[in-house]
């Protein structure tokens, strides 16, 4: 692997709960290159410090990737971990129901929570407001052969929820 190669990698943050800490947080990683992927901010969970918890997935070289964790330091960020996530796989699911009633955050959490898979993008459509039910297209990236998994943990928790998954072609399917 040369230096001028993007890799994507996964940084975990915790951030104190006021105004401006993510944008803080944000600034290294654009100030040095960065290419946002995703940032899951669960600002409805706390860490056992009282911080939230913060996933940032990004696309940078590798030098990139080593200057924009000691800027994130200097620049008082808490790094709680900050490594490479070799995304190779993307798949993209849609789901219909209930899906602000029945906790949206809770379920992308789920979906991450399986390991290896990161929730890329979300777009979500509620006509009839957050009482009505809605439609949200979830792009999912996964390790290599970790695809799989992810559809299958889509499922269970579109079970739980009773939500509808409109499912991707998958190849070799019928």
């Known amino acids: 692997m040369s ?13 104190v709960d006021e105004p401006g800490e993510l944008l803080r947080a944000l600034e290294p990683i654009a100030d040095n290159g960065g290419n946002l ?11 056992p410090r ?8 990004l696309e940078a070289t590798e030098a ?11 620049a008082g960020v808490n790094v709680i971990q900050a490594g490479a996530e070799r ?10 129901g209930h899906l602000v009633e029945t906790d949206l955050s809770d379920t992308l959490r789920r979906f991450t929570g399986c ?3 990161s929730v890329a993008d979300v777009s979500l459509s509620a006509p009839a407001g957050t009482e ?13 052969g970790r695809s799989a998994d ?11 929820k009773d939500l509808r998954v409109v499912e991707p072609l998958m190849e070799g399917s019928a």
């Open 50 to 57: 009282g911080h939230i918890p913060v996933e940032v997935d």
């Open 132 to 144: 009505g039910p809605s439609s949200a297209r979830l792009r999912l990236v996964a390790t290599e």
């Open 64 to 74: 990139r990737f080593d200057v924009i964790v000691d800027a994130l330091r200097e």
């Open 115 to 117: 390991g290896g898979v």
């Open 150 to 160: 992810a559809l299958e943990t889509v499922r269970t928790v579109a079970e739980e």
């Open 37 to 47: 992927l995703s940032i899951f901010h669960e600002r409805g969970n706390l860490t």
């Open 87 to 96: 995304y190779s796989e993307e798949l993209t699911v849609v789901l219909v």
């Open 3 to 15: 230096g001028t190669d993007t890799n994507s990698y996964t940084v975990r943050l915790e951030l």
